[in-house]
């Protein structure tokens, strides 16, 4: 019988499965992100349809897209992720009356842009398009604007298409002379931006400004009086032991007096609305969250409708939402609102980002902290809005020696205004007690002349960078964390704990009228989470100011910004001439060099920044372009401060030439490690032995050469299936079956085993370089 074949057939997976859409409805509206559009449909009734364009449906793939001869005309290209989707889109499009189709992305020069780019890839006129804007995803929001659609704003369309070509000229003709002039690797980490590299020299400034500052340290002087123990505080600081000491001396027999001065009102603001930068400050201070997963929950936040738009330069509200929190405000505090709050600004139509609800306390969302983020923003959407708390502002002072006093202020609520949100806040009750108290001797318990160190500036954290970037004009509410992260990603920023400097100190106390000594240890600069600059951060920084100063000049970036502004608004001239001005700068640059640092005792050595971090960079036989590299050692932290004022040595970085050593029939190299002194084999760089502590031996090569085969030897016995080890990786074993070879590297979780049957040779005497290369050559291991 003849045995038949059949062809193997395979089922092809299944593609991804299409959006359902109301084909039945009238009206299409499209946004930006797909979990808007249930939301807005379930708003809006079954005559809408809305989809999303998922974000950009276009780029720019480099500068050859670009034709600066005409001015700055550019091509697009559909993003190839984005292929199938967009036909979908033009599928669904299709089916509507260019009547009834409604843009409504986001309300920003981004938004406007891809509105832009949805009309030209689908074939929508510009002039007749509706285009309609919201800054919250609500009901009675989203159905106001589609009672007034505008159409595309094309001044804020050519201002992010000059913005999107300024940075790629940056990138694309800057970023090639870091990878040149520093190093290059396949992924080109690298690169230079029109706001980040600003950032980057705010962090390196800051760092400079923090290395050349002197600390100051001083004692502050604080007695408890009183039953109640209430804190004063001295009005003088005192600078010495021995000044602390004589006024601690001095108050033994003083009689401390009290004075209750003449009190006056004060008033105490509401604190403004939120905008993009306030609110990622307050997180960061406040929740520990960073500007991404900030901006992240209030995209979560603002999509499901809990909040208005988050990208805002707007400390202002709606007259809208002024009136439902007018009403809320009234029947919940009995309060008015404030004033001063309502955006008549009609060129700028955003608001503050604030609740959609105000009578919703929490939310319940997948993430917990996006909850916690909504509280806050509630309590400041609340807070903003009402009224100033004025307060009695009583000072209280008591006598000291040498003519010193003590000062304590008491505040008494006259109208608690925007305080009266929280509850939680203390009141100051000591006025009537000290009122009815001792006027002429009041008992102390304790008088604490106290260390204090202070002069050191602090790093940034994520948001007080951003909060220095919105004050100098660099960047904009979208782009705020987008800049922060990128120098984060690129390594030239760390954000890390500060270890700060150790002082020893005594502080001094009065109990008793005894005086009693303590030491103390304190810590200045003492930072946690803080933006740190790394030398790859610093070697960039430097050569991009040496090169290319103006292009990244604080003011220049600023008026870069502003004419773009002016652009959005249909101000100053056209679009692309800033993109030309732009260029003409790039293209002014003169020669560049490779930076490299000198040492102070000799120059056949350099130190150059390469792939890995600094390195050691000689010529060799004369000839300059043969250069030899020596890894600087590991186990020191190298001082870029000092690379850069040449005051290494060859000898502080140099790693010291290892010493061979023949053992058996094996070369071994005794090297030195961060973790101290090791073998690793002559042959195979890939074989060593780690484990073999070595400073408990002497430095004699024949000891070394007995430890090293005491340590094979105790190998051999911890496994007695081991028939001949080959590498720290690889060895022959016995098994139930026979001989075999055994593969595990320390990364692997599973050794792997490989069959030894047709070897020719005895695999138990034969040369070992010659069975290493047959185990290669059969199984590339």
């Not at 993003?79 to 260019?98: A, G, Q, Y």
């Not at 980002?353 to 997948?366: A, D, G, M, P, Q």
């Not at 030897?713 to 690889?730: C, F, G, S």
């Not at 792997?752 to 138990?764: A, D, M, P, T």
Request: with cysteine; net charge neutral; charged share 30%.
């Amino acid at each position: 019988m003849v045995k038949k074949y059949y062809k193997r057939t395979y089922q092809r997976a299944p593609g991804p499965r299409p959006v359902e859409w109301n084909e039945s409805a009238t009206y299409l509206i499209v946004v930006e992100s797909p979990s808007k559009c249930k939301k807005i449909e379930s708003y809006l009734g079954s005559h809408y349809c809305c989809i999303a364009s998922k974000g950009h449906i276009r780029n720019i793939k480099g500068l050859s897209s670009i034709d600066s001869s005409m001015d700055y005309h550019t091509t697009y290209s559909i993003l190839d992720d984005k292929k199938s989707h967009v036909e979908w889109m033009r599928t669904v499009i299709s089916r509507f009356d260019k009547r009834h189709i409604y843009l409504a992305t986001d309300d920003d020069r981004e938004g406007e842009a891809i509105a832009w780019h949805i009309c030209d890839v689908f074939g929508l006129p510009l002039e007749t398009t509706h285009r309609i804007k919201f800054h919250e995803v609500t009901e009675p929001a989203i159905k106001r604007a589609l009672a007034a659609p505008t159409v595309i704003d094309m001044n804020r369309v050519n201002a992010q298409k000059a913005r999107q070509i300024l940075d790629m000229m940056v990138g694309y003709k800057i970023s090639p002379m870091l990878w040149k002039y520093i190093f290059r690797d396949k992924n080109n980490v690298l690169s230079a931006g029109r706001c980040q590299t600003p950032a980057l020299r705010l962090v390196y400034e800051n760092a400079e400004e923090i290395r050349r500052m002197a600390v100051e340290k001083h004692y502050q002087v604080r007695g408890s009086f009183y039953l109640r123990k209430i804190d004063f505080i001295l009005n003088r600081q005192m600078e010495t032991e021995e000044q602390v000491t004589a006024f601690l001396e001095a108050s033994k027999t003083h009689v401390h007096a009290v004075t209750i001065k003449e009190k006056r009102e004060t008033a105490k603001p509401p604190p403004k609305p939120f905008h993009t930068s306030l609110l990622l400050q307050f997180a960061s201070t406040h929740l520990h969250m960073n500007p991404k997963e900030t901006m992240s929950l209030c995209q979560e936040l603002y999509q499901e409708g809990h909040i208005t738009y988050m990208r805002t330069e707007s400390q202002q509200y709606s007259c809208v939402f002024l009136e439902e929190a007018k009403t809320f405000i009234r029947r919940t505090y009995d309060q008015e609102v404030g004033e001063d709050l309502e955006n008549r600004d009609a060129g700028n139509p955003h608001e503050a980002i604030r609740v959609t609800h105000l009578e919703v306390e929490s939310v319940k969302l997948e993430n917990p902290r996006a909850n916690t983020l909504y509280k806050w923003i509630r309590k400041n959407t609340l807070e903003s809005c009402m009224l100033t708390a004025r307060y009695n502002y009583i000072p209280v002072t008591l006598s000291a020696p040498m003519g010193y006093h003590y000062t304590h202020t008491i505040e008494i609520p006259l109208f608690l205004g925007w305080k009266k949100v929280d509850t939680s806040t203390p009141c100051d009750n000591h006025l009537l007690y000290i009122q009815s108290s001792s006027q002429e001797r009041v008992p102390y318990n304790r008088i604490a002349g106290e260390i204090s160190i202070h002069g050191k500036h602090s790093h940034y954290t994520e948001a007080s960078l951003i909060h220095r970037l919105e004050k100098m004009g660099i960047g904009r509410p979208s782009t705020f964390a987008s800049i922060v992260e990128t120098i984060l990603d690129r390594g030239y920023v760390e954000k890390k704990d500060i270890v700060g400097e150790k002082f020893h100190m005594n502080e001094f106390s009065l109990v008793d009228n005894e005086i009693e000594i303590k030491a103390v240890e304190k810590y200045i600069g003492n930072e946690k989470g803080k933006l740190v600059i790394a030398p790859i951060g610093t070697i960039v920084s430097d050569f991009l100011k040496d090169h290319y100063d103006t292009l990244f000049e604080y003011e220049y970036t600023r008026k870069m910004e502003d004419r773009l502004d002016g652009i959005s608004r249909g101000r100053g001239p056209p679009w692309h001439t800033l993109c030309r001005d732009c260029e003409k700068e790039i293209d002014a640059t003169g020669s560049l060099v490779k930076r490299s640092y000198p040492l102070k005792d000799t120059s056949e050595y350099e130190i150059v920044y390469e792939k890995y971090g600094f390195a050691l960079r000689t010529t060799t036989l004369g000839d300059t372009r043969k250069c030899k590299y020596e890894n600087i050692r590991t186990d020191i932290d190298v001082d870029i401060e000092r690379i850069k004022s040449g005051d290494y040595t060859l000898e502080e970085l140099i790693n010291v030439s290892p010493t061979c050593i023949h053992v058996g029939d094996r070369d071994v190299l005794l090297k030195t490690g961060p973790y101290g002194r090791y073998l690793q084999s002559d042959s195979d760089e890939k074989t060593s032995f780690k484990t073999l502590n070595l400073d408990e031996y002497e430095t004699d090569e024949s000891v070394i050469s007995k430890a090293y085969q005491d340590h094979m030897t105790k190998e051999m016995k911890e496994n007695k299936n081991i028939i001949r080890k080959l590498t720290e990786n690889l060895s022959i074993r016995n098994g139930k079956y026979g001989a075999y070879i055994y593969y595990q590297t320390l990364d692997m979780k599973k050794p792997q085993f490989y069959n030894l049957n047709s070897f020719k040779e005895s695999y138990r005497y034969c040369n070992e370089r010659r069975l290493l290369d047959w185990i290669k050559e059969k199984y590339n291991i």
